[in-house]
Antibody
Framework: QVQLVESGGGVVQPGGSLRLSCAAS????????MHWVRQAPGKGLEWVAF????????YYTDSVKGRFTVSRDNSKDTLYLQMNSLRTEDTAVYYC???????????????????WGQGTMVTVSS | DFVMTQSPDSLAVSLGERATINCKSS????????????LAWYQQKPGQPPKLLIY???TRDSGVPDRFSGSGSGTDFTLTISSLQAEDVAVYYC?????????FGGGTKVEIK
């Protein structure tokens, strides 16, 4: 079945780094745009980053620009989020999510998310 | 940024009754070139990731029960649950995908009265 599985979360001190992974299965990963979305404890959803199916475009929310880097390896069906200079306000469950349309058919980054992983918790604390 | 404002923050509805959730965008999400509203609705149950219910403001995703419907255009949208079931207890979010940053509403918690 179509599935996304995140890993790599944990507890890190402010200023530290983590690399999240999202393993995809059950669909042609390389044909779909992918996103990272986070949810702070008890809070709502916040979009974090986008990467086009062919890595030709990447977008970020302002609060993570210059600190987070999204990438993908289509040969391994895996999405990544490298998070550097972490802050306490980055504490959240991080979800990877798949865009609905193949090959950016709705437009670059114009996505609703039809498949979500279970999420991985990132805690930034001293 | 497009600000998505949902109302109410929470509502309690009797089983079998109608639940209505509103979502207002600070800017128009209707794309003139294809006449589509770039607006989606999600359901999130406790301890679970969100689930896509509706996209293009009114198109149900595969497998979503037809008691869920979406309506509206431009800046004002509504999610309606026509006959609330126990399994519909959740938080519901709207999301615009017209432009980055993609943004979500603050969520509406639906409970059983």
């Amino acid at each position: 079945q179509v599935q996304l599985v995140e890993s790599g979360g944990g507890v890190v001190q402010p200023g530290g780094s983590l690399r999240l992974s999202c393993a995809a299965s059950g669909f042609t990963f390389g044909s779909y745009d992918m996103h990272w979305v986070r949810q702070a404890p008890g809070k709502g959803l916040e979009w974090v980053a986008f990467i086009r199916y062919d890595e030709s475009y990447k977008y970020y929310t302002d609060s993570v620009k210059g600190r987070f880097t999204v990438s993908r390896d289509n040969s391994k069906d895996t999405l990544y989020l490298q998070m550097n200079s972490l802050r306490t306000e980055d504490t959240a469950v991080y979800y990877c999510a798949k865009g609905v349309a193949m090959f950016s058919a709705w437009g670059i980054s114009h996505d609703a998310f039809d498949v979500w992983g279970q999420g991985t918790m990132v805690t930034v604390s001293s | 940024d497009f600000v998505m404002t949902q109302s109410p923050d929470s509502l309690a509805v009797s089983l079998g009754e109608r639940a209505t959730i509103n979502c207002k965008s600070s800017q128009n999400v209707l794309y003139s070139s294809n006449n589509k509203n770039f607006l989606a609705w999600y359901q999130q149950k406790p301890g679970q990731p969100p689930k896509l219910l509706i996209y293009w403001a009114s198109t149900r995703d595969s497998g979503v029960p037809d008691r869920f419907s979406g309506s509206g255009s431009g800046t004002d949208f509504t999610l309606t649950i026509s006959s609330l079931q126990a399994e519909d207890v959740a938080v519901y979010y709207c999301q615009q995908y017209y432009t980055t940053p993609l943004t979500f509403g603050g969520g509406t918690k639906v409970e059983i009265k």
